[in-house]
Structure formats: structure tokens, C-alpha cells
């Protein structure tokens, strides 16, 4: 199964480790403090992500003000109060009571950024499907995710809040959009299991993995056709 | 610096290679086929993402059949045109002589989409941003690129090509969205160096890493100030 260019069986563990393991994390961070050493170690992570046209459009907004902390909580409970309501009304005080955030507890935000303008209007791979950029940007979160997970990092992304708020916040140019608030720090464990309030996992984590073949039958797959695995 | 949640070293340097040698690849694979645990591992490392309100609103669609990688060839070729006149009169000819993907000589395409009805209009955490289902998606893309590194496995995202024509190829329903079209295989090795085409990278893969502080002193922070490091 292996190949010269795979890596040592330890060193594929941790990859696959820091998949698996990786959780959103809303509470139990601690006020161990962060170190220079491990945020830049992560910065780095995500910012060894594939861009579009080696574009690297993002910009990373390192927050410890408690402040700055505040206002962002701010935007946070209106978007979550104008949320609430759009579920059905049985659901809404169940969806009030979750802990969706960890903004004010955590030691470190972290704002990430998309700068759709960073090389000009013409970009290598972003001709024809325009939102490449962005989508660039997220992989350098997930990047930034998993290393630090394999750091001890709880890593939780808030994505209740509108972009606009965040936008008036941090005073950010027009041509800059939003990609992802997070909250970062130690945490006192990680969950086995996904925080999925309302919603079971089926099995460990995963619920059926839909891969839908489309091999040399020449058969048309399904949209929505589950398998389960090879 | 490490905390008992971090990973032993070994597993740690896993994550951190496959993450900074990692490459999008568009040459040298090879003939030799891609397990089948090689590539449920990968798919199992995709489905592991995080995704928004545990919608996983991913499929995967695994393409080995000749013809239907020439139909996505052809639709490759027709935006490549298309992309090509877009670029300055002096730069169109070397865009064109571009190695930009690898449909054909790859033994596995994967194309990788969303389905924003997966769980229903409204989702914990894609309420006021709408399109988190389809950031949740990216992270998929990015751990299977990682797990595939790990596994000696090249990955190249071929972004020039139309959505609408992927969804004609694959009679896509419309609520399903095209993220990533990726051409997958064993590769005689990985490049030192991102493949950069016309813009080279300063030092050894990353230009400036651009991090903005905002801390205690309540400084606005500007878009495009780029920052060294910590």
C-alpha cells in the first residue's frame, strides 16, 4: 500500500489523529496562555495552504483585547437572537440554551480574511470559477485547524454573526471579506464525540460516507444516492 | 510549549509535513492504480471535516471511466480558451503553454460537491452566513488533499473549468453545488517548490506572512499593512 513518497506509519498517524480528533470547541479553554511559538507555528500552517495562483489572499487579525473581545460578542447575541427565531418555534429555547461560542473565554480570536483584490483582477485559476479566493481562505483555516489540534489547541469557529458587523468591527476595506471568527486557546480536554446538540452521530462520527461511483459502467450516479463505503 | 492534549513529536511533524509538502499536482502521476484502501482513507479523512451544524453536505464522485474524463477535458480546454484572453496580450501565449491539470493521465478523478438541502433550510450555524455549507465542504477538500499527501498520493484541484458544464457532465441536481474537481494517482515525486508559473515565491514557499495585531492597544488595524512574524 505504501510508496516512496508516503510518509513513516507515525507520522501518517498524526495526520489522520488530528482528522479525526479535530473538534469545534465552544468551551473548557483554559487561561493557560498561548505562546508565540505555537501561534506562530499554526499561522504558518494556514498560511502553507493552496491558494489560487499562488494568491494568498488572506490576512490573519490576532485579537486579545477583551474590549474588541466584547464587541464581536456583541454582534454574536444579536445574530444569534435574529437566528433563533428562524427555527421551528418547538426548537428555538433548545437552540437558545446551546453554547455556540467561546469568544470571551478564550484567550485568542482570530479573524481570517480574503483580500479579493491581493494580485489584481486577474488571477491563474480564479478566471472562470471566481470564488476560488475564498475558498483558498478556508483551506487555510482547516490547515490552521489541524495543526492546532496536534498542538493541543481547541480551535472553535463562529459563524453566528453577520459578516458586515464583523466588517464595521475591524474597520476592513471593501475589497476584504470575511471567511472565518475564531476562538483559540488550551482547553481542559477535547470531546470524543462532535458537540452536535440536537443532532446524533450515527457510529463513531461519521454518518453514511456518500461516495457515489461513476466508473466504467457509464452509468449516471445519483445525486443523492448514499453508499456506505468501497 | 507542549500541554497534554498535544501530540508526541513524531505524529506532530506528520501534521506539519503534509501540510507544508503538500502541492497541487498537474504532472508526473503515474500508471500505478491507487488502492482501494488508499482511497476509502482519503475519503474517510474528507468526511471528517468539520461541518456546519454536522450537516455533511458533501458527496464524492469517483471518475475512472476514460470517456467521461475526456467530456470534463473538453470542458477544461473550452475555459482555458476562455481564461487565456482575459490575461494582457504579452502574458496569453505562455498562459496557454501552461501545464494547468491532469483529467486524462490521472487513474482517478474526484469530483467533490455540496448539497445545500442536505439537512433542511435551516442549520445551526448557517443562519446569518449562508454559505458555510459550502466553506464545510472546502475543509473536506483540504484534509483529503493532507491525507493523501501522507499517503504519497498526488492531488491537483483543477479549478478552470465552468461549474454549469461539471453539472451538465454529471446531471448534477440543482441544489447540488460543484466545490472541487481533483485529479488524483501515485507521482514519481512532489515539487520542492509550489509550481508558481509566472510569480516566483520569495524564500521558501511563503511571500510575507500578512498578520495584523489588535491587541490592548486599541489600534486599528489596516488591511494591506503586512507583518512579518510574531
Known amino acids: 500500500m505504501s510508496n516512496n513518497n508516503s510518509f513513516p506509519d507515525e507520522q501518517k498517524k498524526g495526520v489522520y489523529r488530528a482528522i479525526m480528533k479535530r473538534r469545534d470547541i465552544r468551551a473548557q479553554f483554559t487561561d493557560a496562555p498561548v505562546s508565540d511559538k505555537i501561534l506562530n507555528n499554526i499561522l504558518q500552517a494556514a498560511h502553507h495552504a493552496p491558494s489560487v495562483g499562488f494568491m494568498q489572499p488572506w490576512n490573519f487579525l490576532v485579537i486579545r483585547d477583551q474590549k474588541t473581545k466584547e464587541q464581536v460578542y456583541t454582534g454574536f447575541k444579536k ?100 471567511i472565518a471568527y475564531l476562538c483559540l486557546g488550551h482547553v481542559t480536554h477535547f470531546p470524543q464525540q462532535p458537540e452536535l446538540n440536537w443532532k446524533k452521530p450515527v457510529g463513531c462520527h461519521a454518518s453514511t460516507l456518500r461516495i457515489l461511483f461513476f466508473m466504467k459502467n457509464g452509468e449516471k450516479p445519483c445525486g443523492s444516492r448514499p453508499f456506505t463505503v468501497l
Chains 1, 2 share one sequence.
Not at 433563533?84 to 485568542?108: C, H, N, W
Not at 453566528?160 to 474597520?171: A, K, T, V
Open 79 to 178: 445574530a444569534h437572537e435574529d437566528s433563533a427565531v428562524m427555527f421551528a418555534e418547538e426548537k428555538q429555547d433548545t437552540y437558545r440554551a446551546f453554547k455556540l461560542e467561546g469568544i470571551r473565554e478564550s484567550p485568542i480570536n482570530l479573524l481570517i480574511t480574503c483580500d479579493r483584490q491581493r494580485t489584481g483582477p486577474v488571477v491563474i485559476g480564479r478566471t472562470v470559477q471566481p470564488e476560488m479566493d475564498l475558498f483558498s481562505t478556508v483551506c487555510a483555516v482547516q490547515n490552521l485547524w489541524l495543526a492546532a489540534r496536534a498542538e493541543g489547541i481547541g480551535v472553535g469557529w463562529v459563524s453566528i454573526i453577520y459578516e458586515q458587523e464583523l466588517q464595521r468591527i475591524f474597520s476592513l476595506p471593501e475589497s476584504v471579506r470575511v
